[in-house]
């Protein structure tokens, strides 16, 4: 490796999106062949929802730009040809990091116009990415959050998760915490195919069991369900089985939606994948980025007894401490969180 190429004053050519992100250096290792990062100095690192996106959160925080999880359907994707990449194959190998991250979350938290308003991290792409275990953005973040008395919610694929259990079984006794897994796959082989960079379906839940023996509630988002892929009974009944098994307590389902780009990136893989199903899709998604209400439906009414049998009614309120909570029922949001 010539770590020479890697300094700051090296031009490599880094595209000019990033150029708007403070762009600092490109750096490649060879601990992660085929992936490259582009190191940025942020100006900010809480970002506003629109009052109009009715999610129940108003902050987010991100250190990464793209994800190396490489999921076909992420909703996500379409955010990085703002920084002049593509969302395909660009959105999984070229990480944008946020490096100085840390030190402006702390001085954003500390203005006195700070009110202390719920912050989620894991909305755009996964905090918990490989990325991460390079360079150990979380702890700080999550640190920061509660030193300022900031509630915060976690939301990830990662079993990366696993070594910040300690500090996030911490934090959560000084400030309402909760943690969230997503796992919609169970299926090994299509797992592989469709989010190819993620952990395994027994690897996170795993995690799922490593939350609570940490003393922690999980919920699981059994999102996106794919329509004629991981939308039967039996799927639905195998998963919510395992996962309840793993200790969860309680779950989410809602089906894919196929916004911008990353339907074109989804469909170019369905129909190489499974193309006795791109008509399907086409007649689903031909007049909006969501399923139809009829699916949605017949989806409700296909999971909530799975999900009573299972006994993981829990509800999920993105910002409260590892406290029981009242049931909750199955649900369709606006937005799907990967």
């Given at each position: 490796?010539?770590?020479?190429?890697?300094?700051?004053?090296?031009?490599?050519?880094?595209?000019?999106?990033l150029q708007?992100?403070?762009?600092?250096?490109?750096?490649?290792?060879?601990q992660?062949?085929?992936?490259?990062?582009?190191e940025?100095?942020?100006?900010?690192?809480?970002?506003?929802?629109?009052?109009?996106?009715?999610?129940?959160?108003?902050?987010?925080?991100?250190?990464?730009?793209?994800?190396?999880?490489?999921?076909?359907?992420?909703?996500?994707?379409?955010?990085?040809?703002?920084?002049?990449?593509?969302a395909?194959?660009?959105?999984?190998?070229?990480?944008?990091?946020?490096?100085?991250?840390?030190?402006?979350?702390?001085?954003?938290?500390?203005?006195?116009?700070?009110?202390?308003?719920?912050?989620?991290?894991g909305?755009?792409?996964?905090?918990?990415q490989?990325?991460?275990?390079?360079?150990?953005?979380?702890?700080?973040?999550?640190?920061?959050?509660?030193?300022?008395?900031?509630?915060?919610?976690?939301?990830?694929?990662?079993?990366?998760?696993?070594?910040?259990?300690?500090?996030?079984?911490?934090?959560?006794?000084?400030?309402?915490?909760?943690?969230?897994?997503?796992?919609?796959?169970?299926?090994?082989?299509?797992?592989?195919?469709?989010?190819?960079?993620?952990?395994?379906?027994?690897?996170?839940?795993?995690?799922i069991?490593?939350?609570?023996?940490?003393?922690?509630?999980?919920?699981?988002?059994?999102?996106?369900?794919?329509?004629?892929l991981?939308?039967?009974?039996?799927?639905?009944?195998?998963?919510?089985?395992?996962?309840?098994?793993?200790?969860?307590?309680?779950?989410?389902?809602?089906?894919?939606?196929?916004?911008?780009?990353?339907?074109?990136?989804?469909?170019?893989?369905?129909?190489?994948?499974?193309?006795?199903?791109?008509?399907?899709?086409?007649?689903?998604?031909?007049?909006?980025?969501?399923?139809?209400?009829?699916?949605?439906?017949?989806?409700?009414?296909?999971?909530?007894?799975?999900?009573?049998?299972?006994?993981?009614?829990?509800?999920?309120?993105?910002?409260?401490?590892?406290?029981?909570?009242?049931?909750?029922?199955?649900?369709?949001?606006?937005?799907s969180?990967?």
């Amino acid at each position: 490796m010539r770590w020479s190429d890697q300094g700051i004053g090296i031009d490599d050519g880094a595209l000019p999106g990033l150029q708007r992100m403070g762009f600092v250096r490109t750096v490649r290792t060879p601990q992660f062949e085929g992936v490259t990062f582009h190191e940025v100095l942020c100006k900010s690192a809480l970002n506003k929802i629109p009052a109009a996106a009715m999610l129940p959160f108003r902050y987010t925080v991100n250190g990464y730009r793209g994800c190396a999880h490489a999921c076909k359907y992420c909703f996500a994707r379409p955010t990085h040809e703002y920084l002049e990449f593509d969302a395909g194959g660009d959105f999984d190998n070229q990480i944008v990091v946020k490096t100085n991250l840390v030190e402006v979350l702390r001085r954003e938290l500390a203005r006195p116009a700070w009110r202390r308003d719920t912050v989620a991290l894991g909305t755009n792409t996964d905090p918990y990415q490989r990325a991460e275990g390079r360079y150990q953005l979380m702890p700080g973040v999550l640190t920061a959050l509660a030193d300022s008395g900031t509630p915060l919610s976690i939301l990830t694929k990662g079993t990366l998760l696993h070594r910040d259990l300690p500090l996030i079984g911490e934090l959560a006794q000084r400030i309402p915490l909760s943690v969230a897994i997503s796992l919609a796959v169970v299926d090994p082989a299509l797992h592989r195919d469709v989010e190819p960079g993620t952990p395994s379906p027994s690897a996170r839940l795993g995690l799922i069991s490593a939350v609570r023996d940490a003393g922690l509630d999980c919920h699981v988002m059994v999102a996106p369900v794919l329509p004629h892929l991981t939308d039967s009974v039996d799927h639905l009944d195998k998963l919510l089985g395992q996962i309840a098994a793993a200790g969860a307590t309680g779950v989410t389902v809602f089906g894919l939606h196929l916004r911008s780009s990353t339907r074109g990136w989804f469909m170019n893989w369905l129909a190489r994948s499974h193309p006795e199903l791109v008509p399907i899709y086409r007649t689903l998604y031909r007049r909006s980025p969501y399923l139809p209400a009829d699916y949605r439906e017949a989806l409700r009414r296909r999971a909530a007894p799975l999900v009573a049998k299972h006994r993981l009614t829990g509800d999920h309120r993105p910002f409260r401490s590892a406290t029981p909570a009242p049931p909750a029922t199955v649900v369709e949001p606006q937005l799907s969180l990967f």
